[in-house]
């Protein structure tokens, strides 16, 4: 299996700030990258494939860049409703997660 | 607009079965690969099980293998997973979610998820 090392693990930031989370794979997964944002109780959703793909109706503060083994996801000017967990999910093999970051308010 | 809902989660004995179904709407059912993706309280995601638009191939995780069977109904854009032997690992939150194209690839659209809870 992939092995999908994430990071921070939680994360608090101010309104307005940039933030930017990682994602470093076992191996190279050939931008088979995909990042998900969890809202408290709800399911997860998804933000961006293909590693910098934005998925339909995803506001454009998010963004994903990299290549490789090492990925990371980008929320320009942090808006209260981004307060969630964020997931990334590598799919070069059957698919494997990281174990997330925890995004609060500072 | 894409619509799963998950139902027949619940409370069930170790060693035992359960049956979930997710219903779906709003594309065309069998024009997707459809998968089961779990995540245990307070824990990470996890991958399960996923099927082609026909049924005709499955994939599973190791730790499901030979415990559980996806299939689909795409007459009743349905899809199911039958859990047998089940384990106290195996407690979780289950949503179905659609699949981009193939067996590897991401999840595109998410159901809001049906509780397992496994325990004597």
């Known amino acids: 299996d992939i092995q999908m090392t994430q990071s921070p693990a939680s994360l608090s930031a101010s309104l307005g700030e940039t933030v930017t989370i990682e994602c470093r794979a076992s191996?190279?997964?050939?931008?088979?990258l995909a990042w998900y944002q969890q809202k408290p109780g709800k399911s997860p959703q998804l933000l961006i494939y293909?590693?910098?793909s934005l998925h339909t109706g995803v506001p454009s503060r998010f963004s994903g860049s990299g290549s490789g083994t090492q990925y990371s996801l980008k929320i320009n000017s942090l808006q209260s409703e981004d307060v969630a967990s964020y997931f990334c999910?590598?799919?070069?093999?059957?698919?494997?997660f990281g174990a997330g970051t925890k995004l609060e308010l500072k | 607009e894409v619509q799963l809902v998950e139902s027949g989660g619940g409370l069930v004995q170790p060693g035992r079965s359960l049956k979930l179904s997710c219903a779906a709407s709003?594309?065309?059912?069998?024009?997707?690969?459809m998968a089961w993706v779990r995540q245990a309280p307070t824990k990470g995601l996890e991958w399960v099980a996923s099927?082609?638009?026909?049924?005709?191939?499955?994939y599973y995780r190791d730790s499901v293998k030979g415990r559980f069977t996806i299939s689909r109904d795409n007459a009743k854009s349905s899809l199911y997973l039958q859990m047998d032997s089940l384990r106290s690992e195996d407690t979780a939150t289950y949503y179905c979610?659609?699949?981009?194209?193939?067996?590897?690839?991401?999840?595109?659209?998410w159901g809001q998820g049906v509780m397992v809870t496994v325990s004597s």
């Open positions: 979610t659609t699949v981009w194209v193939a067996a590897r690839d991401y999840f595109d659209y």
């Open positions: 709003g594309f065309t059912f069998s024009d997707y690969y």
């Open positions: 099927i082609s638009y026909d049924g005709g191939s499955t």
């Open positions: 191996e190279d997964i050939y931008n088979g």
């Open positions: 293909n590693a910098n």
């Open positions: 999910q590598q799919y070069y093999d059957y698919p494997t």
